[in-house]
């Protein structure tokens, strides 16, 4: 099994940046793909990007390729989410999920990853 701890979430402005962590417990973590996904108020919780558990694959959804960078560091237990170019419409609930597997099929699907975090809260102002 795998804790997960997010991280680094806050408030600001349209086209600022922000780097989320997501800190595991555990010693098997390099066995896990990770993902982020996102939920806003009243909205579905909607994937964000994935990694493979080496960090060699990853996998963005359209709204935040070429703005964002999910990375993980496998010696320190923790994946990474820089987001750069801020919207408004980023503004969510960020959460990290993994799965002990090295890729996740049907990695934008939620009911995939059987470990989340807690979440934390990015509000971009515009």
């Known amino acids: 099994q795998v804790q997960l701890v997010e991280s680094g979430g806050g408030l600001v402005q349209a086209g600022g940046s922000l780097r989320l962590s997501c800190a595991a417990s555990?010693?098997?973590?390099?066995?896990?793909?990770v993902g982020w996904f996102r939920q806003a108020p009243g909205k579905e919780r909607e994937f964000v990007a994935t990694?493979?558990?080496?960090?060699?694959?990853?996998y963005y959804a359209e709204s935040v390729k070429g703005r964002f960078t999910i990375s993980r560091d496998n010696a320190k237990n923790t994946a990474f989410l820089q987001m750069n170019s801020l919207k408004p419409e980023d503004t969510a609930v960020y959460y990290c999920?993994?799965?002990?597997?090295?890729?996740?099929?049907?990695?934008?699907?939620?009911?995939?990853?059987?470990?989340w975090g807690q979440g934390t809260q990015v509000t971009v102002s515009s």
């Open positions: 990694i493979s558990s080496s960090g060699r694959l990853t």
């Open positions: 999920a993994a799965e002990g597997t090295a890729w996740v099929w049907n990695y934008y699907l939620p009911e995939k990853y059987d470990y």
């Open positions: 555990g010693r098997t973590f390099s066995s896990y793909a």
